[in-house]
């Protein structure tokens, strides 16, 4: 979607009747009058169609309130039309946004978000983190978020594969280094090449690479981007796509190829792996990300809502805020969307057994003894697209165009710097903080 045609998908909002699908009159009476004016919640999350549509059909739909028109795209769209309001003045059209912690950054840096801290007041006995609620004051004593929900990455793995493991290994506290021989003894004993990275248009491998090979084996990012320890990661990673699946280049989501038997094991989101647990839980498992010499890192994704200044019904975005909180509907969410609650839920009896899987993935993870939690980027704003293209082109040069390491890690690092100077972009997560442009050293 565009930004013209976002304008138009917002303008839509206005018109929006008491008789819409995703916003009601409190209580089935009334008028949307009564609610305030009709609002866009505009996120970067559930881009995908199903998501959607669960989003407004199921996750939405027990909202009383205001109508609202559930409004989703790239981030570069949404943040653009969020500062564009913002710098208007006077009434938006977006009256909630739903984006990433570190999309948050330079908007808050340009005040276009409202002090939520009594509506997080009101959630206390919710339970939501600490560490979370701390994330979004960005470091001042305002709340400028509400956290909403939470994902992760992991691994998932046929059972097939279980047999082939390396002498010693436990599953649920791999090393890189147990992962390449892992694949190495699937390749010599069936001749296939069983692991898969998500490298397709719309993969994530990026946030892999940001949130789990870098840290995991250099301690940081940007700061030691061609380090020593970064060749060494980055020659494992051609190691391991030796024995990884050629198709690896088309993979947008691990969860088709986990399917079809095409890949047996492989990392990606967790709203990219539901579907083949859902399909068949009982044939694989789902454990924690390997460990490298720095710790077993792993990427928090805490999405946040926040209000806008120029929102044009604040009420009605602090009631859609509850009701998004409520537990219930932290569940709905989890339950067609496979993003996890932030607040303090009993997980049902019937929960979906593939949904189970994730869950008590997640909780692996996070409970490993040498855990360590990476944020998303924080403070990109409208360079993270660039930000990441440099992150992914790494990887392409090294590992697909079988470019020199030290070459590929010299190249992108001068590009990596230019955006992080141009964009008076600070250190972050396992980089640690700075005064400016975060550096590379």
């Keep these: 979607m565009s930004s013209r045609s976002f304008a138009l998908a917002a303008a839509a909002a206005i018109l929006v009747t008491a008789c819409s699908t995703t916003g009601t009159p409190a209580g089935g009476g009334g008028t949307t009058a009564d609610q305030g004016k009709p609002f866009v919640f ?3 999350q559930f881009s995908p169609v199903t998501e959607q549509e669960n989003m407004r059909k199921k996750i939405l739909a027990a909202y009383q309130g205001a109508s ?19 710098k208007a003045g006077g009434e938006g059209q977006i009256g909630l946004a739903g984006i990433e912690n570190g999309q948050f950054a330079a908007l808050v840096a340009a005040g276009a978000f409202d002090d939520v801290t009594k509506i997080a007041d009101k959630h206390k006995d919710q339970k939501i983190p600490q560490d979370m609620l701390t994330l979004g004051k960005f470091g001042g004593s305002a709340q400028v978020y509400i956290p909403w929900m939470q994902a992760t990455y992991f691994m998932v793995a046929n059972k097939q594969a279980l047999q082939y493991l390396p002498s010693g290994a436990d599953v649920n ?17 069936t001749g296939q090449k069983k692991f898969g990275f998500p490298v397709g248009t719309d993969g994530l491998i990026h946030r892999l690479i940001q949130g789990y090979f870098y840290p995991s084996y250099t301690g940081g990012l940007v700061t030691t981007y061609k380090s020593a320890d970064a060749a060494a990661m980055w020659n494992d990673m051609k190691e391991l796509w030796k024995y990884s699946n050629p198709q690896s280049t088309t993979y947008a989501k691990l969860q088709e190829p986990l399917q079809s038997g095409e890949i047996w094991i492989g990392i990606d989101h967790v709203a990219r792996m539901i579907e083949v647990l859902k399909a068949k ?10 460990a490298g010499a720095k710790g077993r890192y792993y990427m928090s994704v805490v999405i946040g809502l926040g209000i806008p200044k120029a929102s044009p019904n604040k009420a009605g975005a602090e009631a859609l805020i509850d009701h998004l909180l409520k537990p219930e509907t932290q569940i709905i969410t989890l339950r067609e969307n496979s993003f996890f609650p932030v607040v303090d839920v009993k997980m049902p009896s019937d929960l979906n057994k593939g949904l189970q899987l994730e869950a008590d993935a997640v909780a692996k993870q996070a409970n490993s003894k040498d855990a360590k939690v990476v944020p998303l980027p924080v403070g990109l704003g409208a360079k993270g697209g660039e930000f990441n293209k440099a992150i992914t082109d790494t990887f392409v040069r090294i590992l697909v165009k079988g470019e020199s390491v ?8 001068a590009i990596i710097q230019k955006l992080m100077t141009d964009g008076n972009i600070k250190c972050w997560g396992p980089d640690g903080t700075s005064s400016g442009p975060c550096q590379v050293k």
């Design 281 to 290: 839980p009982d044939d694989f498992v789902a454990v924690p990300a390997p």
């Design 68 to 86: 609202v028109d559930f409004v989703t795209d790239q981030e570069p769209v949404i943040l653009n039309r969020i500062s564009a309001e913002a």
């Design 406 to 413: 030290q070459t590929v890690l010299d190249e992108q690092a």
């Design 173 to 189: 506290a791999l090393t890189y280094q147990q992962l390449i021989a892992w694949s190495k003894n699937i390749f010599d004993k």
């Design 42 to 44: 505009a996120s970067t």
